[in-house]
């Protein structure tokens, strides 16, 4: 089951280690199967509050992820980054194929 990785940048800032980040994450992804969907883009808040921007990175699956997070090669260049934004980062398995949000529903009736 696919899975994401999620990062809230609420202070995004441009600067020489940022932009090495940037330069050097795509290797880091590649053996574990990652590819942006989601990659500097401005943000449209329609409810609440989002300071900043959202990152988020397709896996083919939660163990992917996990494995690309704690590999040896993302670990090298990550201070690029959390040297100079705040953020809030995050691991999500997505939904089965077929995946029908009704039957969610009727689990939490039957539940509550």
């Known amino acids: 089951m696919t899975a994401y990785a999620l990062a809230h ?3 995004p800032t441009a600067n020489d280690d940022v932009v090495e980040y940037i330069e050097r994450i795509q290797e880091t992804m590649d053996p574990y199967g990652g590819r942006f969907l989601v990659h500097g883009a ?3 808040v ?3 509050r989002w300071p900043g921007t959202v990152v988020i ?5 939660l163990a992917a992820a996990r494995a690309w997070y704690s590999s040896p090669a993302y670990e090298l260049i990550k ?3 959390t ?3 705040e953020a809030d980062t995050l ?3 997505g939904v089965a194929p077929g995946y029908d949000p009704r039957t969610t529903a009727a689990a939490l009736r039957a539940a509550g």
């Open 83 to 85: 040297r100079h934004i």
């Open 91 to 93: 691991l999500v398995p």
């Open 46 to 48: 329609v409810e609440g």
């Open 42 to 44: 401005e943000v449209e």
């Open 57 to 61: 990175i397709e896996f083919p699956d």
């Open 79 to 81: 201070p690029l980054r």
């Open 9 to 11: 940048l609420r202070t």
